[in-house]
């Protein structure tokens, strides 16, 4: 039976047992290839060298790409020129380098759907010569690394067949020796649901079950490339990533954003371009994004230093509220590479940004509990140590309190908002609900964002500089049902004093406090969009967090919010991009902490 857990980010610190790179899709090629199309594919080249430049500078047993080497196919005149100059940039790596077979090295999977050959024997042949075996296994201490070449599965071709006799004997040789195996593909196996439809972006039948069953049985975690953007799935105790490129974004994932595409239809998105550095622990598993912002010269740095990114010994001393929906999945026409059918698919890019920072604390509206998949998904997460803040309002109705029931084994909090005047209704339907002992659960009454009688806006939390709601709330709970309590920090409020006052007065009270710092905005019809004032104010909830760390400090907000009322900017812009305020908290994170 596998015993270990994959974690994003811990609160302890622990001496990594080692350490290894994860790059994909580099699609390498000439510089004066299809430029008239795409003026990126010049970049190809400067993007990736860039990318070994960097590798260069972290500490790392090995690298493994995830295939689509090169760009051009195997069977275009300038595949293997392309091979010769992509050999030619992985030459710099200081670290040994091990290659997958993506659809651009061998030819695509059977039954792809689109117009160019599939996997073939003849392809082998200058893979094999250049970047060694198609599918091979290695170790590495007391771990086990796989590869696997997925777009020969299903082909019927004698590789197919050799490879699964080979695998299904290699994995069971890792487990009877007590090995942690990981695998690496370039096809992932699904992209959202093990039972999907095939399409370009997965596996078909019946190679997906078989590999699957075998992941399930032997593997703690498999990285895949292929869709240039990142995924995360779970599948029977194996974590499943999909990996960001480094060479271009796939453009018609831009459709799961909100907003207009980057340049090039989507495809020139440098910030979401970059490899994973993987920290293997006694306990699991560690990811750490490294985003490489495209073809940034190496004379130029990096938003913010390589060493904040990998360096094991901080996290976030800040949660923050998800007001977007975070784990929606978008059906989408993709309209060339899946001609003939939509494809579903979560956007998981805000999750990205959340494990680059090291946030563990999220807050959400319990919505986000009340189906199948989003609650196996946070029990997931959860298990990796994200911690829920799940928040309702109104008094509790019985829908609600089964949904917070539901979730209780998971030590959430559960924030509970109620106009002043209902708090006595909702103490008695909270009170005497069957909920599980181990439940926090924080009361916030709700205010008014300004001083007018017919405003319709309003916030939650108490003021911990004398608040006669607050007064009322306590001697209505003397008993204590709700541990703690929540304040609200205006914006014009220091969230230092909020945090503080906050901390002193549920020191005499027996009580934990949560404080709601909010981001700057402007009036409800202009637009906020100063970063630094944004970045500054998330550097001084931060440093305010720190010094009173019995506290949970959390942002009122990580993405923009740019249409509706009070537009502003977050931590991640509509595409999940950082802005400046997430670099300044992981700076701020790693120098304080």
């Known amino acids: 039976m596998k015993s270990w857990r994959g974690r994003v980010f811990s609160g302890l610190v622990s001496d990594s047992t080692f350490r290894f790179i994860v790059v994909a899709d580099s699609h390498i090629r000439h510089s004066d290839d299809a430029v008239a199309d795409y003026p990126s594919n010049a970049l190809m080249v400067g993007r990736n060298q860039h990318v070994v430049e960097l590798c260069n500078q972290i500490e790392a047993e090995f690298v493994v790409h995830l295939g689509d080497i090169v760009h051009p196919l195997p069977v275009e005149e300038a595949h293997e020129p392309a091979v010769r100059l992509a050999a030619s940039v992985y030459a710099d790596l200081v670290q040994p380098i091990y290659f997958v077979p993506g659809n651009h090295d061998i030819g695509d999977k059977p039954k792809a759907l689109v117009g160019v050959p599939s996997v073939a024997s003849e392809n082998y042949a200058v893979f094999e010569q250049h970047w060694g075996p198609a599918f091979q296994s290695f170790d590495a201490g007391n771990h086990h690394f796989v590869i696997v070449d997925t777009p020969v599965l299903n082909s019927g071709l004698g590789r197919a067949e050799a490879q699964r006799a080979w695998l299904e004997s290699d994995l069971v040789d890792a487990s009877a020796a007590g090995r942690r195996t990981f695998m690496f593909t370039h096809y992932p196996p699904f992209i959202r649901d093990r039972r999907e439809s095939e399409h370009y972006d997965n596996l078909g039948e019946p190679a997906r079950s078989w590999l699957l069953d075998l992941i399930g049985e032997h593997v703690e975690a498999v990285f895949s490339g292929h869709v240039h953007n990142f995924l995360f799935n779970h599948h029977d105790g194996a974590d499943l990533y999909v990996l960001p490129a480094t060479g271009f974004v796939r453009p018609d994932y831009s459709e799961l954003a909100s907003v207009p595409p980057e340049r090039e239809n989507g495809r020139d998105d440098p910030a979401k371009l970059g490899f994973f550095v993987v920290e293997v622990r006694v306990d699991g598993h560690e990811v750490r994004p490294v985003r490489t912002h495209g073809a940034i010269p190496a004379a130029r740095p990096l938003p913010r230093p390589l060493d904040v990114s990998l360096a094991p010994d901080w996290v976030s001393p800040i949660g923050v509220t998800l007001r977007h929906d975070w784990m929606a999945a978008r059906s989408f026409p993709t309209a060339g590479l899946d001609e003939f059918r939509r494809k579903t698919v979560r956007d998981d890019s805000t999750l990205l940004a959340l494990w680059e920072a090291r946030i563990a604390d999220v807050r959400i509206p319990v919505g986000d509990v009340t189906s199948v ?70 009361i916030a009454p709700v205010v008014p964002t300004g001083s007018s009688a017919t405003d319709h806006f309003v916030s939650s939390g108490f003021s911990p500089l004398g608040d006669l709601h607050l007064d009322r709330w306590l001697a209505l709970d003397a008993q204590g049902v709700f541990q703690e309590l ?27 406090a949560v404080v709601n710092v909010e981001l700057p905005r402007a009036s409800e019809s202009s637009r906020f969009d100063d970063d630094a004032a944004v970045a500054e104010r998330v550097a001084e909830a931060a440093e305010a967090a720190l010094r009173h760390p019995d506290v949970r400090v959390f942002l009122d907000g990580f993405m923009d919010h740019d249409r509706g009322y ?28």
Do not use: Q
Not at 489 to 510: I, K, R
Not at 567 to 593: F, K
């Open 373 to 442: 998949e989003r609650l196996a998904r946070m029990r997931h997460l959860t298990a990796r140590g994200m911690r829920f803040t799940v928040r309702s309002a109104g008094i509790p109705d019985v829908a609600t309190l089964a949904a917070i029931k539901a979730i209780g084994d998971l030590e959430i909090r559960w924030e509970l908002v109620v106009p002043p005047a209902d708090f006595a209704a909702a103490l008695d339907a909270a009170g005497t609900a069957d909920l599980p002992a181990n439940l926090r659960r924080a």
């Open 486 to 512: 929540v304040f609200r920090a205006m914006p014009s409020d220091p969230a230092e004093t909020v945090v503080a006052g906050a901390a002193d007065l549920v020191g005499g009270l027996g009580r934990g």
């Open 566 to 593: 009070y537009p502003r900017h977050g931590l991640i812009d509509r595409r999940s991009n950082p802005r400046p305020a997430l670099h300044r908290l992981m700076v701020e994170s790693a120098a304080l902490t």
